[in-house]
């Protein structure tokens, strides 16, 4: 039996909206068309709900706060009409694909564009949420990936939804990008594959492939962990603007380096954004580079619409971050401790994924109580300007932080209990990086710390299967200029 209010094929709505195709029904029951504006001779999408009056105030109240949104990836929003048998929205046409059915079809995106997609959603959030609403539907199905842009579209008001929960659906968002899969800690699964697991808990990106950067890995875990304050929209896009990944990653996406406002004063744990119009301009161009780099990798292996290498510099501007090898690194063993565990150290800082330093099994988690901790010092070689530091752990729970100093005593070489104390009662604090109890990833986001020592302080272990405590290091990125 058709329904009151059933659209067909060749009716007009409102006297100028032709119904062309019927693309889908989304998760709500609406059902999404492809359609022609007959006056401006445009193609449109129109979100159709039947009935219409009280049950599609939601519908059409997300439309009136998304059409105040102009920005280039959102969806721009027309027309909002409630015909009592039923409402429908008009929209901007997008011509691309959910998400969803790209990872269905094609598999997870490189790391690259998964970033590249992230950036765009975090930007798009960052301006729906200056209005002082949230999106309430970010998921793989309501991230479109078109020729030209990336957008984020079908916007919520319903009584639930918030901007924190806008960010952890960007966390699933870009899960789900670089894994195919969807985390079962976030409702739906959109049909997509359950995320594997790890002991029970939700496996890192990394963990699944581990072709993913350490911090995007890191990144992704701390937006889908509630455990963790949600950073905001505005944050999370400058973050994700500045991020350089072709320096790590293989792939055709370069940024061009660019000049960028003095760092603002630091919030506890991610950069506060200045919104002027110097901070807005780099970020737009980033976007641009980002979109405009998206575009050449899907017209050519080489990121140049020939086949070229699009990476540029920007004379006198400051270079990007990029990946800072450790000149020496050894392990920091103070107090009572038995000097047993200074071997692999190096394990920390190979880039391998099997190899890890891992400390003895102790009976307590505060290493027995024999001593403070233990730390994996790492010598820059020279004072660096530092902007993210990573680790990947072999377990999660842990307690870990982040110190400084002006010098290793041992100087390279074979260390001592006496020199390793020194260390402990030299090194201060790293702000924005204390001690927390922390999952398999973890990473840092600093500004303004300058260091060529850097030690990571490890003050409580976690419980291995055989009852005791224990902890592997499985890898430490270092990140600046």
Known sequence: ??????PAVGEVLADRYRLEEHIHDDSTGRQVWRGVDVILRRPVTIVLKYPGGDSAN??????????????????????????????????????????????????PLDPVRATAVAYAIADALAAIHETGVAHGNVHPNTVLLGAERIVLADARASADASQEGDIRGL????????????????????GLPPAPTVDGKLAAPRQVRPDVPNYIDALTMDLLDDQLAAPTAAELSGELARLNIANEVSGPLNLV????????????????????????????LLGLLIGTKWLNSNTSEGGGPNGTS????SPGGNSAPTA???????????????????????????????????????????????????????????????????????????????????????????????KDNSVVSSYKQVPGAEQQVVQVTKSWTLSGVKARYLMVWITKLPQAQDG???LGVKDIKVRGQ
């Open 1 to 6: 039996m058709t329904q009151v209010g059933a």
């Open 58 to 107: 939601d519908m059409l109240q997300a439309a009136v706060a998304a059409s105040r949104v102009v920005h280039p990836h959102t969806v721009g929003v027309y027309d909002a009409v409630d015909e009592g048998e039923r409402a429908y929205v008009v929209r901007e046409y997008v011509d691309g694909h959910p998400l969803r059915e790209i990872v269905a079809t094609d598999g």
């Open 171 to 190: 966390g699933g968002v870009l899960y789900c990008a670089l894994t195919g899969t969807w985390p079962a800690e976030l409702p739906g699964d959109f």
């Open 257 to 284: 380096a660019v000049e960028t406002p003095d760092p603002p004063e630091r919030r506890p744990r991610w950069k506060k954004l200045t919104v002027g119009i110097a901070g807005l301009a780099v970020i737009s």
């Open 310 to 313: 699009t990476s540029q510099s």
């Open 324 to 418: 800072i090898k450790p000149a020496n690194v050894r392990i920091v063993d103070p107090d009572q401790g038995d000097r047993t565990e200074l071997n692999d150290a190096k394990n920390a800082i190979d880039d391998s994924a099997t190899t890890q330093w891992e400390t003895q099994d102790y009976k307590q988690a505060n290493f027995g109580s024999f001593k403070r901790g233990m730390g994996i010092l790492l010598d820059l070689g020279k004072v660096r300007d530092i902007s993210t530091v990573s680790v990947v752990l072999s377990d999660g729970g842990a307690t870990v932080g982040l110190r400084m100093g002006e010098s290793d005593p041992a100087d390279g070489g074979m260390s001592t209990t006496a």
């Open 468 to 470: 005791g405590y224990q």
